[in-house]
């Protein structure tokens, strides 16, 4: 009998998978299995729209229609406890199995969680679920002071959000920079001094001591230098680790998330992963990565169903990733790990340009700050492998068109 | 109510109530409108929520943006004069009988 496909996490990537696979041609049973007991939903308006508009709930990926259509079965609210390779079936907490000719790991990532003492104070709070946007919107209708820990793109958004509601934000950031492992150093200084106009206290390179309490719940943020920072709320965005115990527990390789080869399989042929959990090969970048972001999940969602259908090819779609943080709309193409030389086009002080990142005459990336356009034919550039010249930058928007033909 | 009709790849129409203030991308995969997909959430970043509208449709709204035109150029395949992304539409009473067709893949 066809055991079919189990998808594992109903994120972006996971919930793509089966849509896919239907397109493919694929026809045999389909189960997506979810911890969460919600319809799958985006997540990048839960720091933005979601959280800044207490009459909005999330917006829904499909509707529940569309997996009835697809013949998608859903299994929400469902945690599991193990992946059984001999047998090649899951097992839920429940004790329940469920067997898979081909299984797909797309369990996502989780917050990094604070280790410092005060750690366990009420009031603190991370955005990656709707359970804890919703969480973090009810409590902060009555917070006057909020201070986010951490100057990476979830952090920031929700400061932008706080400080559009009128409330007092601090960001403290541990490195010299903010968003530092993610964009060009001229967009963090930007995004920085546009913060700081905007009446929001910024501190990187600054260490915290501890957070401090009253009555169990936070009051305070007290520095290395021994100075406060009043907090009625603390949101703590320092990053995502990879959801990949089923995946160790069952003796899959892991290294920074799932192992997976150019084809997006695991050392086990039946299994594979997708998303913020897999660590890929990736074609343009020359070394592994993992890569947090809806695109990546989508377009592996995509890949994996094809590879699954006996059409295996190495994933290779060019990386981009975006931010919207208040006024501003951060848009970046490609990875630019091992660049060397980074040029900025726009006019200096203007609060639209973009930087282009290269490796000798070779571009990598580009990272856009209100230049929709310069992103727009960044992506087109970096996926036909063409490097315009310095004189081509110049010469602006039009002759970048016109290089990949338009 | 407002009303807005899907026509999809398959030629089935779908009429959908919208709620004012959202999008066409969203009243559309809502709905579970086949092809209506909206995989960034709404920023202009994908164009699976490609759409094609009636001319007289098309002039009646107010005209793309800059960013919005951009991402119809690069982005999206079999792109037609009254292309729009579905997300960068927003619906009202004022856009009540919008007709819209699903766009080639």
Not at chain 1, 15 to 38: M, N, T
Not at chain 1, 160 to 178: C, D, H, M, N, Q
Not at chain 1, 273 to 298: C, K, T, W, Y
Not at chain 1, 356 to 371: I, P, W
Request: hydrophobic share 40%; proline share 4%.
């Amino acid at each position: 009998m066809q055991r079919g496909v189990v998808i594992i996490g109903a994120g972006h990537g996971g919930s793509q998978v089966g849509f896919s696979l239907r397109q493919e041609g694929y026809d045999g049973p389909i189960h997506l299995v979810s911890d969460e007991p919600d319809l799958p939903y985006h997540k990048p308006p839960l720091s933005k729209a979601y959280l800044k508009d207490q009459s909005q709930d999330v917006q829904i990926l499909r509707a529940e229609k569309a997996y009835a259509d697809a013949r998608i079965e859903l299994a929400l609210g469902r945690k599991i406890e193990a992946i059984d390779r001999q047998a090649q079936a899951i097992r839920f907490a429940d004790g329940a199995t469920l067997p898979y000719d081909r299984l797909v790991i797309a369990t996502g990532a989780s917050n990094r969680k604070l280790a410092l003492p005060g750690h366990d104070l009420a009031g603190l709070h991370s955005i990656r679920t709707r359970s804890d946007a919703a969480h973090l919107r009810e409590a902060m209708q009555t917070a006057g002071d909020i201070v986010v820990i951490g100057g990476g793109f979830i952090g920031l958004e929700a400061t932008a959000t706080f400080a559009a509601l009128g409330k007092r934000v601090t960001v403290i950031e541990l490195a010299p920079s903010i968003l530092g492992r993610a964009v060009s150093h001229l967009v963090a200084a930007h995004v920085d001094a546009e913060y700081r106009k905007l009446g929001i206290r910024v501190l990187t390179a600054t260490g915290i001591e501890r957070l401090e309490g009253e009555a169990g719940k936070v009051k305070a943020v007290r520095l290395s230098d021994g100075s406060a920072v009043p907090a009625d709320l603390v949101v703590v965005g320092i990053g995502a680790a990879p959801n990949d115990a089923l995946a160790r527990d069952a003796g899959l390789a892991c290294d920074n998330g799932i192992v997976v080869d150019a084809t997006l399989a695991t050392a086990d042929p039946t299994i594979f992963a997708i998303g913020d959990v897999a660590n890929f090969p990736h074609a343009q970048a020359g070394r592994r990565v993992r890569l947090e972001s809806v695109q990546n999940a989508s377009d592996q969602a995509k890949h994996v169903a094809k590879t699954i259908v006996g059409k295996p090819d190495d994933y290779r779609e060019t990386p981009w990733f975006w931010s919207d943080q208040g006024h501003m709309k951060l848009q970046m193409a490609g990875l630019s790990f091992g660049a060397d030389r980074h040029v900025r086009t726009g006019a200096l002080g203007e609060p639209a340009f973009s930087v282009y990142h290269y490796a000798g005459d070779r571009l990598l990336a580009v990272d856009s700050v209100n230049r929709p356009g310069d992103h727009m034919v960044a992506r087109r550039l970096i996926a036909a492998g063409i490097s315009p010249s310095d004189a081509d930058l110049a010469e602006g928007p039009d002759r970048l068109k016109s290089l990949i033909g338009r | 109510m407002s009303q807005v009709t899907f026509i999809e790849r398959d030629g089935t129409r779908r009429i959908v109530e919208v709620v004012n203030g959202e999008s066409l991308m969203q009243a559309g995969t809502r709905a579970g409108v086949d092809g209506i997909i909206g995989e960034c959430g709404g920023s202009c970043m994908c164009a699976t929520c490609h759409v094609y509208l009636t001319e007289d449709d098309f002039a009646r709204l107010d005209p793309p943006d800059a960013m919005e035109q951009d991402a119809l150029e690069f982005t999206a395949s079999n792109q037609r004069p009254t292309s729009r992304l579905g997300c960068q539409v927003k619906l009202s009473a004022a856009t009540d009988g919008l007709t819209v067709t699903v766009a080639e893949a």
